[in-house]
């Protein structure tokens, strides 16, 4: 069985600092790993994903997340955090030939002026 | 581009009443889900339909019923609502199966949200 553990239910930084946003996976087969952002009363959108090729992907708004197989880790930064990075981030994970996606608890991201 | 569409936003039901989420994508996607989310819990699965014709079940089927209407529609139902199922429910669609084959990465894409209050 697979499953996405996110350390930390919330996260608060300041304008212009590092964002890092961890997540842990478990899977019984190489897997499929995401990042979805989800703003104030809307749907989840895809920040980037892993496929196995790279293990350093680069997503949207300066997002990337680096895949440590070691660690069984896939965690989320950003250089330098906006105002309009505020928001809950979820990461998931699927095996490559599945339908189904589990998703962590997610981490809301606060962002200071 | 709508992109993924649901009905209603917004619904309260008392205890044993039914009700009917509509979910509609027009990016002829094959793949179409139900999600819901609880605080704390992120999303977990119900129901999906892999292609028009065929549904299946996911993590959390107990007490819903889907129908994939056609290759653009899957709705959820709620036969005999209860408190627990007070939830904000999210369709998504994918085109992880493309031509009768798995392609890729399963990426989603969501609709907005229906928030349900079970009374």
């Known amino acids: 069985a697979q499953s996405v553990t996110q350390l930390g239910s919330h996260v608060s930084v300041s304008e212009g600092a590092l964002v890092l946003l961890r997540c842990n996976y478990s899977?019984?087969?190489?897997?499929?790993l995401f990042w979805y952002v989800q703003y104030p009363n809307q749907g989840l959108q895809l920040l980037l994903k892993?496929?196995?090729?790279?293990?350093l992907v680069k997503g949207i708004n300066g997002f990337e997340a680096e895949f440590k197989k070691s660690e069984t880790s896939f965690h989320l930064t950003k250089p330098s955090a906006h105002m309009s990075d505020a928001a809950e981030y979820f990461c998931?994970?699927?095996?490559?030939?599945?339908?189904?996606?589990?998703f962590g608890a997610g981490t809301r991201l606060f962002v200071k002026a | 581009n709508a992109g993924v569409t649901q009905t209603p936003k917004f619904q309260v039901l008392k205890t044993g009443q039914s009700m009917t989420l509509q979910c509609a994508q027009d990016?002829?996607?094959?793949?179409m889900y139900w999600y819901r989310q609880d605080p704390g819990m992120g999303l977990r699965l119900i129901y999906y339909?892999?292609?028009?014709?065929?549904?299946d079940k996911g993590e959390v089927p107990n007490g819903y019923n889907v129908s994939r209407l056609n290759k653009r529609e899957f709705s959820l139902r709620l036969e005999s609502a209860a408190p627990s199922q007070t939830s904000v429910y999210f369709c998504?669609?994918?085109?992880?199966?493309?031509?009768?084959?798995?392609?890729?990465?399963?990426?989603?894409?969501f609709g907005a949200g229906s928030r349900l209050t079970v009374l």
């Open positions: 998504a669609s994918s085109d992880f199966l493309s031509g009768g084959r798995k392609s890729g990465a399963n990426v989603l894409t």
């Open positions: 899977s019984s087969v190489p897997p499929y």
């Open positions: 892993y496929t196995s090729a790279a293990t």
């Open positions: 998931a994970v699927s095996d490559p030939g599945g339908f189904k996606t589990i």
């Open positions: 990016m002829n996607h094959n793949s």
């Open positions: 339909s892999a292609s028009e014709g065929t549904t």
